[in-house]
């Protein structure tokens, strides 16, 4: 309404000039005069507005608007209004999309696995940290290079290239090496328009695991089944042969000895599954070092005497009364397994010397010292590991199972204690488990 007012005063304006000028003839002159300053103006005014936005549409993506609203006539003015509110709604709308899509992303960045986003080309979008340590890729420098240019296994080339994504694919990690696997478990899920989405997991635990589960039933499969092999053997023997007495007794000796290895091992075996399933040990019962010790010894004595005619030489040092807090009977199967051992390992009137000792930091220290073979420095560090053994012949023969330094290990882990091994071949061995101070205490 306004602008044809405005109109309206410029012709009246021209119009009273043409009068002015040139009487009636100069009338529809000025007329259009006024209607042609009014177009001026008007054409003017619509110029800025187009000037302001332009400059408020220079960026290719939306910015909140920055150049102030030009003042204009009329319906200009309304029309600037309502185009401010509109760019400033997008430019809010922009702002909240991208702080989501940020968000998105952080929570994408803070997964333990690797997320990868890939264009229907198979370019890398975007990678988050695990993905890019997973496969040596560079989060910044590798956007826009196709994945299978990075990840050069030619299982993974093959999986991308067939497109059946409905299984996992394990493969190598980059910083794989022959001496330290790295496992990753890859997943490609499709998306979109046919974008891809690339999960990738460190399963070297799990393989870990899995591997040792294996070798596990293995070991103790073939452990079992010697024995086992033997005592079938004589059964058939002393079904289907009219034997002596004596060879009969003879066969039944060596079945009972098989059979007690079996004993020792499930036995052993049931000690290992109770130690990893039971709870922590608490700190509540003591018991008295001195009696613990003194069972270790009647053993070692025992075993001593049926191992070796002549007997070992046994050094049990005394010390003042002390008491150890934690699961008696775990401790007295961790002391008696190392004494056990260095009776087994120590050929006849070879010394072991057995003691105990508070330490200056009140820390308490069970050691075994033996005058024995030793052990060779590269077996060390894997004497821990069910069924490792250096003498596998010896350990037989001696009723070993293999499994005795694993419960050793396991016993004084749930102590939060540390088991130390030093040994040189000819020199003997020395075993000890170290107690923290707050579960040992002197009476
Ligand atoms: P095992 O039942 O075979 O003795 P362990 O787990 O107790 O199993 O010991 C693992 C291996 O460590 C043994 O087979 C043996 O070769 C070696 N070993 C353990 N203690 C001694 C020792 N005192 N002297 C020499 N070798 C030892």
């Not at 029309?79 to 968000?103: I, P, S, T």
């Not at 089944?225 to 034997?243: D, K």
């Amino acid at each position: 309404m306004r602008r044809w007012l405005v109109l309206a005063a410029c012709m009246a304006a021209g119009g009273a000039f043409g009068w002015w000028a040139a009487a009636r003839e100069g009338l529809p002159w000025g007329l259009l005069l006024g209607a042609a300053v009014w177009q001026l103006l008007d054409t003017l005014a619509a110029r800025r507005l187009l000037q302001w936005l332009r400059s408020e549409q220079t960026h290719e993506t939306p910015v909140p608007m920055t150049g102030a609203q030009p003042r204009l006539p009329g319906v200009w003015s309304e029309v600037a209004d309502r185009v401010r509110r509109l760019l400033k709604k997008r430019d809010q709308q922009y702002q909240g999309n991208q702080a989501r899509l940020e968000e998105f992303l952080a929570a994408l960045q803070a997964s333990p696995n690797g997320v990868v986003l890939l264009d229907a080309q198979g370019r890398i979008e975007w990678c988050n940290q695990p993905a890019a340590q997973h496969f040596g890729f560079d989060a910044r420098r590798d956007l826009q290079q196709h994945i299978a240019n990075l990840v050069r296994e030619p299982i993974f080339k093959a999986y991308l290239a067939q497109g059946d994504f409905s299984r996992e694919l394990a493969i190598s990690g980059h910083a794989s090496t022959p001496t330290r696997p790295v496992k990753l478990s890859v997943h490609v899920s499709g998306y979109g328009d046919n974008r891809r989405l690339l999960l990738s997991r460190d399963i070297t635990a799990v393989e870990q695991a899995e591997a040792m589960r294996r070798d596990f039933v293995a070991n103790v499969s073939h452990e079992i089944r010697t024995p086992l092999t033997v005592v079938a053997g004589f059964i058939e023997t002393l079904q289907n042969l009219p034997l002596k007495k004596a060879e009969r007794e003879r066969y039944l000796a060596l079945m009972a000895q098989q059979s007690l290895r079996m004993q020792t091992l499930v036995y052993d075996l049931l000690t290992l599954s109770r130690l990893e399933g039971s709870p922590l040990p608490g700190a509540g019962e003591w018991a008295a070092v001195n009696t613990l010790f003194e069972q270790c010894e009647q053993e070692a004595r025992a075993l001593s005497s049926m191992l070796a005619p002549q007997g070992h030489e046994l050094a049990f040092e005394s010390f003042p009364v002390c008491e150890i807090t934690g699961n008696a009977s775990e401790i007295r199967s961790a002391f008696s397994n190392l004494v056990s051992n260095a009776v087994r390992y120590t050929p006849g009137g070879g010394l072991i010397a057995v003691s105990w000792t508070v330490l200056a930091d009140g820390r308490g220290q069970f050691q075994v010292r033996d005058s024995g073979p030793g052990i060779a420095p590269e077996h060390l560090p894997r004497l821990t590991e069910r069924f490792y053994r250096v003498d596998r012949s010896r350990s037989r023969e001696t009723g070993g199972t293999g499994l005795g330094l694993a419960i050793v290990k396991h016993v004084a882990q749930r102590h939060g204690a540390a088991l130390e091994i030093t040994s040189q071949i000819g020199q003997g061995s020395c075993f000890s488990i170290v107690f923290p101070a707050s579960r040992v205490r002197q009476l």
